[in-house]
């Protein structure tokens, strides 16, 4: 008889716990406006180039030769203190999936951010998007990105869980 590790068990008691709350990519855009100033911005062509491969092997894996489409928006906001840009993040999403496909902070030169500055807007990001009763059912890829974000934030009792 197989026996439940404490892993699986958290996981089962936290899953248990989860209420559905999946925010669209538009709504997640607008709140990136709304709440951070987020401006878009154009990708080169070998980052757009990258991301798209990502996106293929992601979910698309059986159709490597195929033309898939793909609407991908990029933006970025800077992280201030003081009167001063500590650094700026910048967020890749995916339309059609829905998915953030990279999430990063480059540190102001000259600053030296802690990550008790950053953590909180990406756990707010993250965690804004939610989870539709589907992803939580199937554990899919935004299932465990978004179990992944409680688990290394250390929060299983934010307004997010039950």
């Known amino acids: 008889m197989d026996q ?19 925010k669209t990519v538009a709504q ?10 987020a401006q878009p911005i154009i990708l080169s062509k070998e980052r757009l180039r990258f ?15 195929h033309k898939i ?14 009167n001063a840009t500590l650094g700026t993040f910048t967020l890749v999403l995916e339309r059609i999936t829905e998915e953030i496909y990279q999430f990063d902070f480059a540190v102001a030169k000259g600053q030296n951010t802690s990550p008790t500055a950053i953590n909180p807007i990406m756990k707010d ?8 009763q589907e992803d939580i059912d199937k554990r899919t890829h ?3 990105h978004y ?14 869980i039950a």
């Open 69 to 82: 489409p793909m609407d991908i928006a990029a933006y970025t906001f800077p992280l201030q203190a003081e």
């Open 142 to 144: 935004r299932f465990l």
């Open 28 to 37: 997640l855009e607008q709140y990136l406006i709304n709440q951070y100033g």
């Open 125 to 132: 990001i993250l965690l804004y998007q939610g989870l539709s």
């Open 4 to 22: 439940i590790t404490p892993y699986q068990q958290w996981l089962e008691d936290i899953t248990a716990k989860l209420k559905p709350n999946r």
């Open 147 to 160: 179990i992944s974000t409680l688990c290394y934030y250390n929060d299983n009792t934010s307004d997010y």
């Open 51 to 65: 991301i798209e491969q990502e996106i293929i092997l992601r979910h698309y894996s059986e159709a490597k030769n």
